[in-house]
T-cell receptor, first 109, second 113 residues
Framework: KNEVEQSPQNLTAQEGEFITINCSYS?????LHWLQQHPGGGIVSLFM???GKKKHGRLIATINIQEKHSSLHITASHPRDSAVYIC???????????FGKGTLLTVNP | EADIYQTPRYLVIGTGKKITLECSQT?????MYWYQQDPGMELHLIHY???????EKGDLSSESTVSRIRTEHFPLTLESARPSHTSQYLC????????????FGPGTRLTVL
């Protein structure tokens, strides 16, 4: 069974700070996803990665397949970035996702 | 971008009632999923479907049932609600082809008294 571990569980930052959230998993995967969940429950898919690095605006996601590790970075953080960030993985031809517990990010003005 | 609708958004109901949570999508996606999420906890897959007349149970055992008679609808039914069913239920879709990206609905927050 694939385990997905995220760290930290909770993160508080000041506006403008550089944020890093980490995700590690236990077995080989076909893809890793970063998702954002706002208060009230809505979930948005941010990135899907199978190798390397992706960037979208102030968000950067990287993955190291050999080390089974991914990071999500937020540059110039803003209070509107406050949310739960969730790492999820899929493997093989299985389209199901296994989720981490999430990281609660609070960015204070 | 997928448009996914879930109704109701909030439901408070008494023990023993039958309930159906609706999920519909307008993008024609083949894959649909139901997740259960307790507060502060991770999402757990309870049902999924890869197309019409195809449904499977997920990783987390659930007393709920689903049906997929039409591509755009994937309702979830609890025949007899219990307080242990209190949770948030999230529906998601995935497009055709070899992609794992999922698009999530807004969720239904269910409270069983």
């Amino acid at each position: 069974k694939n385990e997905v571990e995220q760290s930290p569980q909770n993160l508080t930052a000041q506006e403008g700070e550089f944020i890093t959230i980490n995700c590690s998993y236990s077995v080989g995967i076909s893809a890793l996803h970063w998702l954002q969940q706002h208060p009230g429950g809505g979930i948005v898919s941010l990135f899907m990665l199978s190798s390397g690095k992706k960037k979208h605006g102030r968000l950067i996601a990287t993955i190291n397949i050999q080390e089974k590790h991914s990071s999500l970075h937020i540059t110039a953080s803003h209070p509107r970035d406050s949310a739960v960030y969730i790492c999820a993985v899929s493997f093989g031809s299985n389209y199901k996702l296994t989720f981490g517990k999430g990281t609660l990010l609070t960015v204070n003005p | 971008e997928a448009d996914i609708y879930q109704t109701p958004r909030y439901l408070v109901i008494g023990t023993g009632k039958k309930i159906t949570l609706e999920c519909s999508q307008t993008m024609g996606h083949d894959k649909m999923y139901w997740y259960q999420q307790d507060p502060g906890m991770e999402l757990h897959l309870i049902h999924y479907s890869y197309g019409v007349n195809s449904t499977e149970k997920g990783d987390l055992s659930s007393e709920s049932t689903v049906s997929r008679i039409r591509t755009e609808h994937f309702p979830l039914t609890l025949e007899s609600a219990r307080p242990s069913h209190t949770s948030q239920y999230l529906c998601a879709t995935g497009s055709s082809g070899r992609t794992d990206t999922q698009y999530f609905g807004p969720g239904t927050r269910l409270t069983v008294l």
